[in-house]
């Protein structure tokens, strides 16, 4: 099979319509130049150059060819490029798991990193709850998750804290402490009916919950536990307790639900992480840890 280097060859010399010259623009000599298209010519089993003693020209065969060598020569340069970037990242396909929780804001943010500084990486997103997808990053079949909950400590994962924010009241509508005039606070809550989060589904949220209080002293009703946060504004919405949820969630539109801000004691933020395997080589989960901002 003939080389890109005979390949190359023979376009020089077709587009010069000499050796000389043709050998020169290649920085070599003549003799192994035209050595290289005989060599070209016997493989192909056809004539591509006619030769005289002061010109050259091509042959029919020649010139369909040549139209075929510079399509080929492009793609091997195409090749080339294309495994450059992938080898920095800048092109390539990255699974990219998330919970609910991080879809209300974060996972756009993300997702606009990509578009403006990775614009050929392919994002394969995957809703998924924490747990499956720490399994995910376990096997492989996921890159790069984003997950509410505290720092992960396992051997074969990297995670570092990607958003941080505060902790707000959602109150129904027609509830006393959505109309008061002053700053809501944890005692508010002591005896009020409270929309919690399960602590298997939802063991960050529900932790933290349970901390808040208890630290503050005071005793709300739990009259129903659910693990998602749009779930747990929906009956808010119907007015079946108030809550307490992340910041990001105010992107929800419950028509019946007043968000507002909480003093709460020391730093309850809810943080948001990004986890990866360890030894995870796709170039692309590389590049994009680098992109995104670092807190």
Same mark, same amino acid.
Request: hydrophobic share 45%.
């Given at each position: ?16 319509? *000499? ?54 020569? *492009? ?45 050929? $990486? ?83 949220? *529900? ?13 709300? $009703? ?13 009956? &808010? ?7 307490? &949820? ?23 933020? &809810?943080?948001?992480?990004? &986890? ?20």
């Amino acid at each position: 099979m003939f080389s890109l280097f005979q390949l190359n060859g023979f376009v020089a010399v077709a587009e010069e319509l *000499h050796f000389g010259r043709a050998a020169e623009r290649l920085r070599m000599t003549q003799p192994p130049l035209s050595r290289q298209i005989q060599l070209l010519e016997n493989e192909l089993g056809v004539t591509l150059l006619a030769r005289g003693h002061r010109a050259v020209r091509l042959t029919r065969a020649g010139r369909a060819f040549l139209v075929e060598a510079r399509r080929l020569l *492009h793609q091997a340069e195409q090749a080339a490029r294309t495994a450059q970037s992938a080898s920095t990242g800048e092109i390539g396909s990255l699974a990219l798991g998330f919970t609910a929780a991080s879809a209300y804001r974060t996972l756009g943010a993300v997702l606009e990193v990509v578009r403006k500084n990775l614009p050929g $990486v392919e994002i394969i997103l995957r809703e998924m709850r924490k747990n499956e997808q720490l399994d995910a990053l376990s096997d492989g079949s996921l890159d790069l998750g984003m997950m509410v909950r505290p720092p992960i400590r396992r051997d074969d994962l990297e995670s570092r804290i990607y958003v941080r924010e505060p902790l707000i009241a959602a109150i129904p509508m027609g509830h006393a402490l959505a109309k008061s005039p002053g700053p809501i606070t944890v005692a508010d809550f002591d005896g009020e009916s409270v929309i919690m989060y399960r602590p298997a589904e939802s063991r960050y949220f *529900h932790d933290l919950l349970t901390s808040i209080f208890r630290n503050a002293g005071s005793t709300p $009703v739990f009259s129903h536990y659910l693990s998602q946060i749009h779930s747990v504004l929906a009956l &808010v919405n119907a007015g079946f307790g108030l809550s307490l &949820v992340p910041a990001a969630a105010t992107q929800l539109r419950y028509p019946d639900v007043v968000f507002r801000t909480i003093e709460l004691p020391g730093s309850n933020q &809810v943080e948001l992480s990004l &986890v990866w395997r360890r030894n995870n080589d796709n170039p692309a989960l590389a590049a994009l840890l680098d992109n995104l901002p670092r807190r």
